[in-house]
Nanobody
């Protein structure tokens, strides 16, 4: 099955940090742009960060940084100074229509969605 598997979410206090992981299953990440998205309750899914296949990243949330290890088929999202407004389910997905990150991150351009990982920021 071709998909991503996200992990690393949890409960964190405001100001804390988390590192999310995204493992590609059933395909190679080598030539894909990979995006991180989040969806808070009652809100639309939104893109927060993107990494090009060579490893450069574009972070649309300044406190977040995306990195990748193509050899291990993994992508990571480092989140710092977390706020309650960051509470959401976080997803990664591969862009099957572009070979470079683009903003806005259009959902229809992305595929191989995983089940997501819940991040809750609360004291």
């Amino acid at each position: 099955q071709v998909q991503f598997v996200e992990s690393g979410g949890g409960l964190v206090q405001p100001g804390g940090s988390l590192r999310l992981s995204c493992a590609a299953s059933g395909f190679s990440l080598d030539y894909y742009v990979v995006g991180w998205f989040r969806q808070a309750p009652g809100k639309e899914r939104e893109g927060v960060s993107c990494t090009n296949y060579r490893g450069g990243s574009t972070n649309y949330e300044a406190r977040f940084t995306t990195s990748r290890n193509n050899a291990e088929n993994m992508v990571y999202l480092e989140m710092n100074n977390l706020k309650p407004g960051d509470t959401a389910v976080y997803y990664c997905a591969a862009n099957t229509m572009r070979n470079m990150c683009a903003y806005p991150m259009e959902l229809h351009e992305y595929d191989y969605w995983g089940q997501g990982t819940q991040v809750t920021v609360s004291s």
